[in-house]
């Protein structure tokens, strides 16, 4: 597949992406911080704002510390044009990333307002929630604090943002 850049990152190109005054945001970035936050996403939102889409979130530069942060996230999601969802081999442990997951799929579900970059997982592994996505959500669960229907929904948006077009990023080495 074709590496992500800046300019096919920008859908077509930033004048495309010029926002009617309905939305807050051009882009929500979802990722895994200890996974992307310092490389991969970190170039990527610096690529979005070079390229002129500085209408970005991106969740260590919006939110405030130690604030609720579900409300704000879930609303950002809701605000925004478009989603770019960074799959990493953490993604599926974080119930952050999940639930996030899952309120873009019901945002922007069909839209085509959706991109998905695999970074350095299996494109195989997220749609049929093998590897560590498929352990991720075993131990999901498993836990008392989450029910089944939150599994499901989490399971069904991992499917969607899998079968979408998509990047896939790995090492050449």
Known sequence: MEQPNAKTLAFASSSSLISPPAKKYDVFLSFRGEDTRLNFTGFLYAALCQKGIFYTFKD?????????????????IEDSHYAVVVLSKNYAA??????????????????????????????????????????????????????????????????KVADLSAWHVEDHT
């Open 60 to 76: 260590d530069y919006e939110l405030e510390k130690g604030k609720d942060i579900g409300p704000k996230l879930m609303n950002a």
């Open 94 to 159: 974080s119930t952050w990333c999940l639930n996030e997951l899952a309120k873009i799929v019901d945002c922007m579900g069909d839209s085509g307002r959706i991109q998905t970059i695999f970074y350095h997982v299996n494109p195989t592994n997220v749609r049929k929630q093998m590897g560590s996505f498929g352990q991720a959500l075993a131990e999901h669960q498993k836990n008392p604090r989450h029910s089944s229907e939150d599994v499901k929904r989490w399971r069904n948006a991992l499917t």
